[in-house]
């Protein structure tokens, strides 16, 4: 997996809005940390929700055995 692939560019539409979003003039580094934190793991959350959906919706699916000849 190139890492590159994984990343927003600054180039790319969502960058500056999630700067935005982030961001606070109160902060040595320049953003809110707390609020940071707080939008990643929400978004963590949604994502841990969504992949036990998909657990669940596979686990309750017939196993096919494949049959040898």
């Known amino acids: 997996m190139k890492v590159e692939k994984r990343l927003i560019k600054k180039d790319h539409p969502d960058y500056q809005e999630i700067v935005n979003y982030i961001q606070s003039s109160e902060s040595v580094v320049g ?8 939008v990643i793991i929400k978004k963590l959350m949604e994502l841990e929700e969504k992949l036990d959906k998909i657990q669940k919706q596979l686990a309750a699916k017939p196993v096919k055995k494949k049959v040898r000849k």
């Open 31 to 38: 953003i809110d940390a707390k609020h940071t934190h707080v």
